[in-house]
């Protein structure tokens, strides 16, 4: 009796493990067809991970993305551990040659101040770029600072002391925000400068653009900067910033569209174009296009169709979707420029491995 | 009886064939736990000596700056792990000095004065508790644990001080990520581990040895002060030292709750970072010298890790008789 047991048993471990084994090698199978990988920059990974779940309905290629930071991104794709590389920060045409990498934009958005203030909702609070450079030095300790009460008349801001909240990784959002707090404050520039990781003076630290808006939603009293999506998408409390043109404008896809509208994108070296504190009363301050890093040589040529591929569908199908996440997707004029530098650039063994039809 | 004995010795002989025969049999079992022994060793090596020649760079640029400088540029590539290692070593500190006597007293409780009908259920309860992942410690400390500290233990410290006198200085920092929320969540973590191995401890001293304790007339805590404790005293120091080497090395519980700056704390609630969290933090996009210098930051939590468990055999081995 108990030996009939053992052997049903074992029949049904066997027919278990079989189908175990025979399930890993069809899944194993399927996840080599057209597969590509990414990883890099938080500030995207809203519409990539969008994008790509799209187009694994439509084609069955998966496209895997996993958000890490912009320091993440390169270093990864440097070290040729993923297929491409996502970065908020642009890289200089001298590290791309020296690297043989190319760079191409996917998308524009803008980096928001958010603040939480009991009695301040979104909108209410107006602040400049030097006086949000002066409260990230820690010069600006409390809330009813004469400099805020100042810009912010009619708001009642408490006596309550600021806490300031940045990036605890390495970050093409703080790349962004840093580099425009530099651009628009001496001090700042000359104590912290503009860098995906800077000495902070002042603060806490959280992990990625979540963990940022996490720690603004814990936290009353406290000031912190994220890409608009999470911004939206956490029901935070958006601050008032004023631009180069010295108007007061909220963050929307059509301030960010205005701070692109006067890039030099054809003249620009490597696409490394950035789009901060630019002119226009509707032009977003803390704009940024983010980036893709691809090898110029592709090893695969496969596997370099395969992620251009993805990135044309993207640019011919995936604007509405960008645009219901409040990213700006790029001009026609911008994605015809990067099709053509696709079909001379991006090569595998001499021959170009994609021609856009 | 000559029987018995031609028995025994035929016996004897069976079992001596027995072990002729079975013998490469043992030689392959003593074969096989040296290697396996061989291969841990090797393996320890292996990783000091990988850590080492990763950390080199760091070492050699910055010397003994590294241990006591608490800069961290990335622009221009300078160093120093002197936060992280105080952050290390005040977070395992405190939450140690919060735990120890918890555990001690929630032990003793356990063995001495709870009713037996309760015992049972509260130590599977804390059992319970000691396997929990330490990452649901640090979402609870985040989501639950700091802002109540931030609301009613900081912000009444914070308004009802001088802020330039010594105390005002101590009390002030952040809210929601700070040195003191870090080690209290670490000590809520080692807590319950460190009270079940005591109370194991504390059940395995004989019943003999207490009563007559007891009926010396010695009262409920001379008992345990000069009777239960020193007998398990061994014990006890190996227990806490295991608490101390989990609180060293806690990685994503600390990292959500302890603010992840790199200056030296100032205060008590001020944000600071441990040689984990750093790590976890940066190095996804570390290279170049940022790289070893965190590498090197690994080595030095290994030696710290390592001198605990030194100073753990020390006192064992004092503790002898």
């Known amino acids: 009796m108990l030996g009939v047991c053992s052997q049903l048993m074992e029949d049904f471990m066997f027919k278990r493990f079989a189908c175990a084994l025979s399930a890993t090698i069809m899944a194993a199978s399927a996840a080599h067809a057209g597969d590509v990988s990414g990883t890099g920059a938080t500030f995207p990974e809203p519409i990539y991970k969008d994008w790509a779940a799209t187009y694994k309905a439509k084609s069955g290629s998966s496209v895997n993305y996993v958000g890490i930071g912009s320091g993440g991104g390169i270093k990864a794709i440097k070290a040729k551990t993923v297929d491409f590389g996502a970065s ?55 809330w009813n600072d004469p400099r805020i009460v100042a810009l912010n008349k009619g708001v009642k801001l408490p006596n309550l002391p600021i806490t300031v909240v940045h990036r605890s990784d390495g970050s093409g959002t703080t790349f962004l925000f840093t580099t425009y707090l530099a651009l628009v404050s001496d001090v700042w520039k000359s104590k912290v400068g503009g860098n995906d990781s800077p000495p902070w003076p002042a603060g806490v630290g959280g992990k990625g653009n979540p963990g940022v808006s996490a720690l603004v939603k814990q936290t009353t009293g406290s000031i912190g900067y994220v890409e608009y999506f999470f911004a939206k998408q956490n029901h935070e409390t958006v601050a008032q910033m004023q631009n180069a043109s ?19 994108w054809t003249t620009t070296p490597g696409n490394a174009v950035l789009l ?82 | 009886m000559t029987a018995v004995v031609a028995e025994t010795a035929s016996d004897m002989q069976v079992q001596a064939s027995r072990i002729v025969r079975g013998s490469w049999g043992e030689s392959l079992f003593r074969a096989a736990c040296l290697s396996a022994a061989t291969f841990l060793l090797v393996l320890l090596a292996g ?97 639950v644990f700091a802002p109540l500290v931030a609301n009613y233990i900081q912000t009444p410290l914070t308004s009802a001080l001088n802020p330039d006198g010594f105390w005002g200085k101590f009390f002030a920092g952040v809210p929601n990520g700070n040195l003191f929320v870090a080690s209290v969540v670490l000590a809520i973590m080692i807590l ?22 007891y009926g010396l007339g010695c009262t409920p805590f001379e ?14 120091i190996g227990g806490t030292m295991l ?57 030095i939590l290994f030696l710290i890790t390592f001198a605990v468990l030194a100073l753990a055999r020390m006192l064992l081995n004092s503790n002898k008789s």
């Open chain 1, 246 to 264: 010295h108007h007061f404008l909220m963050p929307t896809a059509a301030s960010f569209a205005a701070a692109a509208s006067g890039a030099k």
């Open chain 2, 47 to 143: 990783v000091m000596g990988a850590l080492l020649v990763g950390g080199w760079p760091a070492f050699h640029q910055f010397g003994f700056g590294f241990f006591v400088s608490s800069t961290w540029d990335t622009n221009n590539d300078v160093y120093g792990a002197a936060g992280p290692i105080f952050g290390t070593l005040a977070t395992a500190a405190i939450s140690l000095f919060i735990a120890l006597p918890l555990a001690i007293g929630v032990a003793v409780f356990l063995v001495e004065f709870c009713p037996k009908v309760l015992a049972q259920p509260i130590s599977t309860v804390i059992d319970l508790l000691a396997g929990i992942p330490s990452i649901v410690y640090g979402m609870w400390g985040f989501f």
């Open chain 1, 88 to 142: 908020d920060k642009p890289l200089t045409a001298a590290d791309l040659n020296a690297s043989d990498l190319y760079m191409f934009p996917t998308v524009i958005g803008g980096v928001a101040p958010i603040v939480n203030i009991p009695g301040v909702a979104s909108g209410q609070l107006h602040l400049t770029g030097p006086l949000l450079a002066d409260i990230y030095m820690g010069a600006v300790k409390t």
């Open chain 1, 276 to 357: 901060l504190n630019q002119p226009g009363v509707n032009a977003w301050p803390i704009s940024g296009a983010t980036f893709i890093l691809v090898y110029k040589n592709q090893p695969d040529a496969a596997k370099g169709a395969d992620i251009l591929k993805f990135f044309d569908w993207a640019y011919k199908n995936g604007d509405a979707a960008a645009a219901a996440k409040d990213y700006v997707p790029l001009p026609a004029g911008v994605k015809a420029m990067v099709r053509r530098q696709w079909a001379t650039q991006i090569k595998s063994g001499g021959k170009p491995v994609y021609v856009s039809k």
């Open chain 2, 192 to 213: 319950p581990y460190m009270t079940s191995v005591f109370r194991e401890l504390m059940l395995s001293v004989p019943s003999a040895v207490r009563e007559a304790a």
């Open chain 2, 243 to 299: 608490g101390l080497g989990r609180a060293l090395g806690e990685t994503m519980a600390v990292t959500f709750v302890i603010g992840n700056t790199h200056n030296f704390p100032k205060g008590l609630f001020d944000a600071t970072s441990t040689i984990a969290s750093t790590i976890a933090n940066e190095f996804a996009e570390a290279s170049g010298l940022k790289l070893a210098s965190l590498i090197a930051m690994g080595l």
């Open chain 2, 223 to 236: 008992v345990v002060r000069s009777v239960m404790i020193p007998f398990v005293q061994r014990g006890m």
